[in-house]
T-cell receptor, first 114, second 113 residues
C-alpha cells in the first residue's frame, strides 16, 4: 500500500529540547516536503527536497532543519523547539512536487512545546 | 506565500444537499488540486484539474477551473454526513526554481443528517 508514515503522531516537549520527527515513504518519490498547519493559515511549507542530498527552504523554515540521506526518509529536526512551533505537522511526497501529480500526505504529528 | 483562498470559510448543509466551495488564486498555475482533510488527519487527494481543462468529474465531485478569473469551484452533489471535513485547494506552480504546491486556508464543511 502506498503510504507516507510519520512518527510520532503526538509529541509534547519542553522548550529547547531537541527533537526529530521522522517521515518515510514507500513510493520511490523524489520530491518530499514538510508543512505545518495552523488554524486559519492553511498549510505552509517548511522545507522541501527534490532528491537525495538536495534540500531547500520553503516559506517558513526558521527553527527547523531537514536531511535527505536516503530517498525514502526525510526527517524534520527541531534543534531548540519554542512554543511558537506548537503546530500540526505533515510530511508529503510526490513524483515531482505537484506538477500534474498528486501529493501523498502522512497522518500528521501534533507537536506541543511547553 | 499563500496562493489559494477558499470561500466560504465554513459551510453547513443538510444531507442530500449540494455543497459548493470556491477557490481563487493569484498567479499562473500548472494545475489546481483539491484535497480533503478529516479532523486532525492527513490530507487526501480528491481531484486534479490541469490549466488547459475547464471541468472534471469524479463520482459525486465536479470541479471547474476558470483561468481567466483565476478561480475554481468544487461541487459535491447529494452530500452525506461522511463528507464532513475540511477541503483545501492547492495550486501547483513553478516558483523560485522549483515546483511546489501552495495551499489555501480551507473550507470547513459540516453535513448534518
Amino acid at each position: 500500500e502506498a503510504q507516507v508514515t510519520q512518527n510520532p503522531r503526538y509529541l509534547i516537549t519542553v522548550t529547547g529540547k531537541k527533537l526529530t520527527v521522522t517521515c518515510s515513504q514507500n513510493m520511490n518519490h523524489e520530491y518530499m516536503s514538510w508543512y505545518r498547519q495552523d488554524p486559519g493559515l492553511g498549510l505552509r511549507q517548511i522545507y522541501y527536497s527534490m532528491n537525495v542530498e538536495v534540500t531547500d527552504k520553503g516559506d517558513v523554515p526558521e527553527g527547523y532543519k531537514v536531511s535527505r540521506k536516503e530517498k525514502r526518509n526525510f526527517p524534520l529536526i527541531l534543534e531548540s523547539p519554542s512554543p511558537n512551533q506548537t503546530s500540526l505537522y505533515f510530511c508529503a511526497s510526490s513524483l515531482n512536487g505537484g506538477v500534474n501529480t498528486e501529493a501523498f500526505f502522512g497522518q500528521g504529528t501534533r507537536l506541543t512545546v511547553v | 506565500s499563500q496562493q489559494g483562498e477558499e470561500d466560504p470559510q465554513a459551510l453547513s448543509i443538510q444531507e442530500g444537499e449540494n455543497a459548493t466551495m470556491n477557490c481563487s488564486y493569484k498567479t499562473s498555475i500548472n494545475n489546481l488540486q483539491w484535497y480533503r482533510q478529516n479532523s486532525g488527519r492527513g490530507l487526501v487527494h480528491l481531484i486534479l484539474i490541469r490549466s488547459n481543462e475547464r471541468e472534471k468529474h469524479s463520482g459525486r465531485l465536479r470541479v471547474t477551473l476558470d483561468t481567466s478569473k483565476k478561480s475554481s469551484s468544487l461541487l459535491i452533489t447529494a452530500s452525506r454526513a461522511a463528507d464532513t471535513a475540511s477541503y483545501f485547494c492547492a495550486t501547483a506552480e513553478f516558483s523560485g526554481g522549483y515546483n511546489k504546491l501552495i495551499f489555501g486556508a480551507g473550507t470547513r464543511l459540516a453535513v448534518h443528517p
